[in-house]
């Protein structure tokens, strides 16, 4: 067993235009430090890789889905599709962006699997433009 020994340093190396992106991005979003921006940033990327790999057993997080309301019976179905995982779905948000366009918030946690399914089937249906996971490590 590997045993932990607190705070590493790491060295990368990047393009100048990347460095300096990333410093104005960070600071604006009030962090005090360069290395708790790249820490989350690293964090975030293990989350996706992990929940795309499906290494993650256990997932948490919210599924974001954008649709066209105008297409025929979709609202029925989306709804249909959220009963049918109600054992990993805690919660959801409707928002009404235009006329037409939809934008569903879908929190759950579960089977890493069992979201995947979910974000299939949501994905599958016509009228549905966009599905994504924002996933957060338990």
């Given amino acids: 067993m590997v045993q932990d020994v607190g705070a590493r ?5 990047l393009p100048s235009p ?7 991005v960070w600071k604006s979003m009030k962090y005090t430090d360069r290395s708790k921006a790249v820490h989350d940033a690293i964090r975030n990327f293990i989350t996706e890789h992990k929940w795309m790999q499906e290494e993650a057993d256990e997932l948490m997080g919210a599924l974001v889905l954008l649709y066209y309301f105008d297409k025929p019976d979709l ?4 709804m249909r ?3 049918e ?6 919660s959801s948000m409707h928002v009404h962006l235009t006329k037409d366009k939809c934008l569903e918030i879908i929190a759950v946690k579960g089977k890493a699997e069992h ?10 249906k016509k009228g ?4 994504k996971l924002a996933a957060i490590a338990p």
């Fill in 9 to 13: 340093r790491l060295s990368v190396s």
């Fill in 18 to 24: 990347l460095v300096k992106e990333f410093d104005t």
């Fill in 75 to 78: 609202l029925n179905a989306v």
């Fill in 115 to 124: 979201v995947k399914n979910l974000m299939q089937k949501l994905m599958a």
């Fill in 81 to 83: 599709i959220q009963h």
């Fill in 128 to 131: 549905v433009k966009q599905v």
């Fill in 85 to 90: 995982f109600e054992d990993i779905i805690a």
